[in-house]
């Protein structure tokens, strides 16, 4: 599928790099637009959330599921959510919301 070899190719040539224990991945983190924030979360719950919030998109095999910190950038995030997004029933990526912890 061209959609998730082009979204690998970026990750190994784009991606930084993360660590959640001894694993290491590589996701391409930038800050979430408002209205992705406001597809995963209530606004109450985006008003209780530490900023600032990051997100990442990881290749499909990449599944870190609520709650598991991570490290990036010499820092500790912590997955919010986590949605896969699919093209006819093939998973191409994962995208997650992080917290700093």
Request: glycine share 6%; hydrophobic share 45%; net charge positive.
């Amino acid at each position: 599928m061209i959609a998730r070899v082009s979204l690998n190719y970026w990750l190994r040539r784009y991606g930084e790099s993360f660590q959640v224990g001894a694993q290491s991945y590589r996701g391409l983190f930038f800050q979430p637009p408002g209205g992705l924030l406001r597809w995963f979360f209530t606004q109450t719950e985006l008003d209780a959330l530490p900023r600032p919030l990051w997100a990442a998109a990881v290749a499909d095999n990449v599944n870190l599921p609520q709650n598991t910190t991570l490290l990036w950038r010499g820092a500790t995030y912590r997955v919010v959510r986590t949605v896969e997004f699919r093209l006819n029933d093939a998973p191409v990526y994962r995208l997650m919301v992080l917290q700093p912890v």
